[in-house]
């Protein structure tokens, strides 16, 4: 069922800026640039969090390692979406183990996402810290999952959707409030 946008919450140059705040949170709370991971979280987290640690370069001068993780196999979900699930590549630059990993999101909404990359993380090897940067808190919340890094607070209704764009694969930045049709 396709999801059409029907108001915009964040337009290009507010996402633009909020990305530059993060990565300066990021780096309040992380004393050693060096240490940190940054590990997007399939589809939209992959770009957020490059776009982060090439603004953290630019702040510290500091190339921060980076990855993507699939979660498909971990979600509590899966018999629900997809009786065989397509896998995806989980690729990190190197060795989680004793790293201060920061999981990136477009949207954390149940916090069931954000479990599953957690689990799917610690298979991987053992972070120092493990925490959680989105661009969108909605709010619902099923699990006790806060995130420590986000971009916009914005309340919603259950029904309604959140859609964050982003220029890598949707040709524009910005977030949106979307109904399905």
Do not use: W
Not at 64 to 80: A, F, K, P, Q
Not at 127 to 149: C, F, K, S
């Amino acid at each position: 069922m396709p999801v059409v946008a029907k108001k915009q919450i964040v337009d290009g140059s507010v996402f633009e800026r909020t990305l530059t705040r993060i990565a300066h949170e990021i780096l309040e709370k992380n004393t050693d640039p060096k240490n940190i991971c940054l590990v997007g979280i399939k589809t939209r987290g992959i770009p957020i969090a490059k776009r982060l640690a090439a603004k953290i370069k630019k702040i510290e001068g500091v190339d921060v390692m980076t990855g993507d993780l699939d979660i498909s196999l971990y979600r509590d979900d899966l018999t629900e979406l997809d009786r065989s699930p397509t896998l995806q590549s989980t690729n990190i630059e190197g060795d989680v183990t004793g790293m201060d990993v920061v999981l990136v999101d477009d949207v954390i909404f149940t916090g069931r996402t954000a479990r599953a990359a957690m689990d799917a993380l610690i298979d991987l090897g053992r972070p120092r810290t493990i925490q959680l940067a989105v661009m969108v808190d909605r709010g619902h919340r099923e699990l006790p999952i806060r995130p420590d890094y986000v971009g916009k607070n914005i309340p919603t209704a259950k029904s309604e959707i959140v859609l964050v764009r982003v220029k890598e694969i949707d040709g524009q930045d910005g977030v949106y409030i979307g109904v399905k049709q």
